[in-house]
């Protein structure tokens, strides 16, 4: 199905099998000449995004901020931050997208506000302030103490004492950005204001910051130590975080959000950052008896080894987790984790199209972010060129900025991101071949393998939602029938040699260039990281 067709057929909702694309907005495009990335530049790239065969933008944080925590330290829900724009160009971006068939969505940001916004300002004044019960206070214990033994993701504690109350607040990431308190019903009630203000504005939906984390333990309660079992990625300095986070009040929230968004037309979408490693209550955040989020990301396999067993169980264990008729969401990167060519593929770009083969062809949705396309790396920043104060209160852990550099559309001075005289916010990385100028020119680069790919999601012949065989699994390859194709995939550095039941078929797109349009038999030899898509799946049984 086309998916011109796909979105305005009422069958299925527009984002089904989409195809994201995350704009961390500074790092963009500059339009201005000031070495910040901004909405202009956003609208200056439509064609690019287009070409990419994209469904949707997720922007970066657009909201005023007092950048500590760049963006996800929100001071006003209602505006544009000055340095990326106005409230105007945003607008018209949503616009401008949606004549080149794009989607806009937001990053909002429920859990904490900035110590700036004017709430938590009022909070400050005192005890009987009208806002100060949107925040989480708590006495201290003897000694002065914190309240539990909560720690926050610079490493300390998670609460801040203020003197002129002789109460505690609470901030699971930076001190200047305070957590809201959930169970006031003033709060629940705001955002649901924020929902519509910006989706009566055509923007088409929410990535939720933080969406497992609004509720709080209304005791307070100790969190316990980790056991030997716990994933390190769902820890926090040696915790559980399953009383400042993961608290089953959120999903009521959710029930109510996706009434508000269904009820839009077309519907809004909300897609959760959803910090869950089981699988099960990954799949709670999407309702079980009620619907809730539309899409939640699958930190499972963000964090998974890049192999042939490793990828595949976390695939068939996520399908089995999900209620039914739940659309499954496939990343690898982002502004967070750092980008998934250094950190699975070991900066090789053949790994780097054997890793989005497969991601474009497993069932659901998917969300690339800025630069996969071209095979982006993290970038090793000096420590005092970096910018991220959640990274530098904790040296031994490589920072966030790595992850967060301008987009290299040249290979000239600052990468035309931004004017040549001009100072990038943050400095780039090597990028006098890999740019968007020199791959383009490249038939065999990772952008143009990534074009084919995204015109075959648009066109409805790989992503789609449906049953997902695996067909054979051994130490290097994964071979799967999803939909009309067969996805077959050396995930090793060593050759391989497949052999199948039957022709794998007609091959749709290969990462071995000149492959597209042979027929495949059911012996395949392959070479290190090469993985290819055919159109020949076999019956169901």
């Known amino acids: 199905m086309a998916d011109q067709d796909r979105l305005s057929d009422n069958s299925w909702p527009w984002w089904h099998g989409a195809t994201f ?25 439509l064609d690019y995004l287009e070409s990419l065969g994209i469904d949707g933008i997720w922007l970066s944080p657009t909201m005023p901020s007092p950048n500590t925590d760049w963006g996800y330290d929100v001071s006003d829900y209602y505006g544009v931050h000055p340095d990326l724009g106005t409230t105007d160009d945003l607008e018209r971006l949503v616009k401008e997208a949606a004549g080149h068939g794009i989607s806009v969505l937001l990053d909002l940001v429920p859990n904490h506000t900035s110590s700036a916004h004017p709430w938590f300002v009022d909070a400050l004044s005192g005890p009987s302030a009208e806002h ?22 610079t490493g300390a504690p998670a609460w801040t004492f203020d003197e002129a109350s002789g109460q505690y607040y609470l901030h699971n990431f930076l001190p200047t950005q305070p957590d809201l308190n959930w169970w006031n019903p003033a709060v629940p009630a705001e955002f649901e204001s924020v929902l519509r203000f910006w989706w009566d504005r055509g923007v088409a939906g929410f990535r939720i910051d933080v969406a497992h984390g609004l509720y709080k333990d209304r005791q307070l309660r100790d969190n316990p130590p980790a056991t030997p079992d716990d994933p390190p990625e769902a820890l926090r300095d040696g915790f559980r975080t399953v009383y400042n986070s993961h608290r089953p009040e959120v999903h009521e929230i959710y029930r109510r959000w996706r009434k508000i968004a269904d009820g839009y037309e077309p519907g809004r979408v909300l897609l959760g950052e959803t910090w869950e490693f089981d699988y099960e209550r990954l799949g709670d955040y999407y309702g079980r008896d009620e619907a809730e989020l539309h899409l939640c990301f699958n930190f499972p396999f963000v964090f998974s080894r890049f192999s042939a067993r490793d990828i595949a169980g976390v695939v068939e264990a996520t399908l089995a987790g ?21 950190r699975w593929c070991g900066n090789d770009p053949r790994a780097v199209k054997a890793a989005l083969l497969v991601m474009a062809t497993l069932p659901g949705t ?3 972010y800025y630069g996969d396309e071209l095979g982006m790396t993290d970038v090793d920043i000096p420590r005092h060129l970096q910018l991220d104060e959640i990274s530098l209160a904790r040296p031994g852990v490589p920072g966030r900025d790595r992850c967060r550099t301008p987009m290299p559309w040249t290979g000239g001075k ?12 943050l400095p780039l990385g090597e990028h006098s071949s890999l740019n968007v100028q020199a791959e383009h020119a490249d038939p065999a680069s990772v952008l143009n393998f990534w074009r084919r790919l995204g015109a075959l999601r648009r066109s409805g012949q790989i992503g789609t939602l449906g049953h997902l065989e695996t067909v054979l699994l051994d130490d290097q390859c994964w071979a799967y029938r999803a939909g009309e194709t067969i996805t077959v995939a050396n995930l090793s550095p060593e050759p391989a040699e497949v052999k199948l039941r039957r022709g794998a078929g007609k091959i749709l797109v290969s990462t071995s260039l000149g492959q597209e349009g042979i027929e495949a038999g059911g012996h395949l030899s392959l070479g290190p990281w090469q993985a290819l898509v055919a159109a020949g799946a076999w019956p169901v049984p």
Not at 322 to 342: C, Q
Request: glycine share 12%; hydrophobic share 35%; no cysteine.
């Open 132 to 153: 100060r019960d949107w925040y989480v206070w708590a006495p201290p214990k003897a000694g002065n103490a914190p309240p539990n033994n909560w720690i926050s993701a």
């Open 322 to 342: 999900l209620p039914a008729g739940a659309t499954p969401t496939w990343t690898a990167s982002n502004h967070d984790v750092g980008r998934f060519p250094s």
């Open 414 to 425: 600052n990468g035309g991101f931004t004017a040549p005289s001009a100072r990038p916010w």
């Open 21 to 45: 694309y995350q704009v961390y907005v500074r790092s963009w495009r500059d339009s201005n000449g000031d070495g910040t990335g901004d909405l202009a530049g956003i609208i200056d790239g």
């Open 366 to 368: 998917m969300v690339l």
